[in-house]
C-alpha cells in the first residue's frame, strides 16, 4: 500500500525508490508501535516527509535541517487550536520520541540521504538491450 501511495514505480530496480519505501515505511511503523492517533500518524508522516524534501530539493545541510525541525516542533506542547494545522497534537514526551527517531533514522545518516540524491551515478548495465 506504501508503494501505491507514494506511487512508486520502479520498486526493484530503483535503489532511491527502495531506499524511499523503507524510510516512510519504517516511519509508519515506529508512529503505530507508539500509539498514534491518526491525526498524530498524519503529522509524523508529514515531519517525516518535510525533513526529507529539506534535504532532498532544497539541498538543506544537517545543521540547518536540523533549525527547520526545531521550528516545526516549536508548538508542541502549547495549548494553541489543533485547527492551526501545527504540530501542537504531540506530547512533549511524544516531541523527543519524534526527535529520537528522527536523529537515528534520518540525521544519523545524512551523508548517505545526500548522496543518494545529489550525486551522480552511473546506469548499471543489466542486459544487452
Known amino acids: 500500500k506504501m508503494e501505491e501511495y507514494l506511487n512508486l514505480t520502479q520498486i526493484k530496480t530503483s535503489l532511491k525508490e527502495a531506499i524511499l519505501l523503507d524510510y516512510y515505511t519504517a516511519g509508519f511503523w515506529w508512529a503505530k508501535e507508539n500509539n498514534f492517533s491518526l491525526i498524530q500518524l498524519s503529522g509524523f508522516m508529514n515531519l517525516l516527509n518535510f525533513t526529507l ?10 545543521g540547518d535541517n536540523l533549525k527547520e525541525l526545531e521550528r516545526a516542533l516549536s508548538g508542541i506542547g502549547e495549548t494553541e ?7 501542537n497534537l504531540f506530547s512533549i514526551e511524544q516531541a523527543k520520541a519524534i526527535i529520537d527517531y528522527l536523529v537515528t533514522s534520518l540525521f ?6 545526500e548522496y543518494l540524491f545529489h550525486c551522480r551515478r552511473e546506469e548499471p548495465v543489466i ?3
Do not use: V
Not at 108 to 113: I, L, N, Q
Open 108 to 113: 544519523k545518516h545524512y551523508k548517505a540521504y
Open 53 to 62: 524534501e529539506n534535504l532532498s530539493g532544497k539541498h538543506m545541510t544537517l
Open 127 to 129: 542486459s544487452n538491450e
Open 81 to 87: 487550536s489543533e485547527e492551526r494545522g501545527d504540530l
